[in-house]
């Protein structure tokens, strides 16, 4: 027996709104349900997280999702929440971001397994292209009033907004284009449900307006909470801007140390949110953490759910790897392992020095290395102290006064790290 959609996401405290006699409608029988995704970059980021969760959920509770990526809404720009308008983007763009989309989609929804909920994908532009505007404002726009558009919260805090510089025509119809999408799934895919962020209550409304009115039906609407970080800083940012699903974009190990680096109090949040632990062993975890928060247990479950996921067993690996070598024991070994990017964000912050590449080739004594070719520590004298200390490794062995580096101990061709005692590091770069 599938569990109770509404239900599943009432403890998991992703409810902010729904539409009464919903949960009635999906208890039913098996419905259909989408969620829009902007294609105007070629990955997803941990913000869109929410969204694809909801639609995971529903497929696993014995739904069908249907992922719609705005090919045409992405052309125009969304004014829920946003204080500028979206670039306009080719097609040729937007069909190869929608297969990246579809690609991080299946981590988390089944498209191929021929079940009668397999999930669907679909872009908006297909049935848009076609539509003409005197079409468009003849058979949806009389539908609904200008009173009806003004009144949605998107709209009226663009107009009056601080410093704002109004809203045009092209914003102003989106939730028009967005609800016709709603209208188009219901009659063509038996939709009868949009989900998406709360602040999308009002597009997704729009929508069933013109289910009632147009296609003589009816539609439902749910949203989930904004994700926010107790500290007040914006969910799913770094230091380095966003953190995307697309390995390229942000490594598994940046990604990973984002989800162990969370408040305790945001762990017990997102655990909830982000994975698809179930109730009891959620509470286990919660307690776990409550009799020894120096373990960290929820975080160290919540990144491991969340990397495994996105990127997969063998990357999650990695990422411990990486972490140990910063934060616990490691071997040279697993220095060697790191590609450049994972290394380069490893050590992110460590200060480097410029070395050219001819200086190993017969050997670079380690000496210069510590001290008068690259300033890591203050002289020769302190670095021949250093060495006396058993202090100094180079690429995590330890090395001694004589010790000469040469091209053998390149990572990646074109680095050496140097280390005094357990935290203090030092690159040498090639040049």
């Not at 380095?240 to 017990?268: C, H, M, V």
Request: one cysteine or more; hydrophobic letters at 35%.
């Amino acid at each position: 027996m599938p569990k109770n959609f509404i239900t599943e996401l009432q403890w998991r405290g992703m409810i902010h709104d729904v539409m009464p006699d919903t949960e009635t409608h999906l208890n039913e029988q098996m419905r259909s349900a989408y969620v829009g995704f902007d294609p105007t970059a070629d990955s997803l980021h941990i913000g869109n997280l929410v969204p694809i969760m909801l639609l995971a959920h529903y497929q696993r509770c014995g739904h069908r999702p249907i992922a719609l990526v705005g090919g045409a809404t992405g052309m125009i720009g969304d004014p829920s929440g946003k204080s500028s308008e979206r670039n306009l983007l080719d097609e040729k763009t937007l069909r190869h971001n929608q297969e990246c989309v579809r690609n991080q989609l299946a981590q988390f929804l089944d498209f191929s397994s021929g079940v009668e909920n397999e999930a669907v994908m679909v872009n908006n532009y297909d049935w848009m292209k076609e539509f003409s505007f005197l079409d468009f404002i003849r058979d949806v726009g009389k539908h609904i009033t200008v009173n009806y558009m003004m009144a949605k919260d998107s709209v009226k805090s663009r107009l009056t907004g601080e410093g704002a510089d109004g809203m045009s025509f092209t914003e102003f119809t989106y939730q028009m284009v967005q609800g016709y999408d709603f209208l188009h799934l219901y009659k063509n895919l038996a939709c009868t449900l949009q989900m998406g962020g709360s602040d999308q209550w009002g597009n997704i409304t729009t929508g069933t307006e013109l289910i009632r009115r147009i296609g003589g039906g009816k539609g439902y609407a749910l949203t989930c909470p904004l994700i926010t970080k107790s500290d007040g800083s914006k969910f799913g940012k770094s230091e380095g801007g966003n953190i995307w699903l697309d390995a390229k974009r942000t490594s598994p190990y940046k990604f990973y140390q984002y989800w162990l680096n969370t408040s305790d109090e945001d762990a017990e949040k997102y655990i909830k949110i982000f994975t698809f632990l179930d109730q009891e062993t959620i509470e286990a975890l919660v307690k776990e953490q409550q009799e020894a928060p120096h373990m960290r247990a929820l975080q160290k479950r919540l990144a491991e759910e969340v990397t495994n996921t996105v990127h997969g067993e063998e990357a999650y690996d990695k990422a411990i790897k990486a972490s140990n070598i910063l934060f616990g024991k490691s071997t040279s070994e697993d220095l060697k392992n790191l590609d450049t990017e994972t290394f380069l964000d490893v050590f992110e912050g460590v200060p480097q020095a410029e070395i050219p590449a001819s200086e190993i080739e017969n050997g670079f004594n380690i000496i210069d290395a510590l001290a008068s070719s690259t300033g890591f520590l203050k002289s020769n004298g302190e670095a021949r102290r250093a060495l006396k200390e058993n202090s100094i490794s180079v690429n995590k062995e330890k090395v001694n006064d004589t010790f000469q580096i040469t091209s053998e101990h390149t990572l990646n061709e074109k680095f050496v790290l140097l280390q005094r005692g357990k935290k203090n590091y030092f690159i040498i770069k090639l040049v």
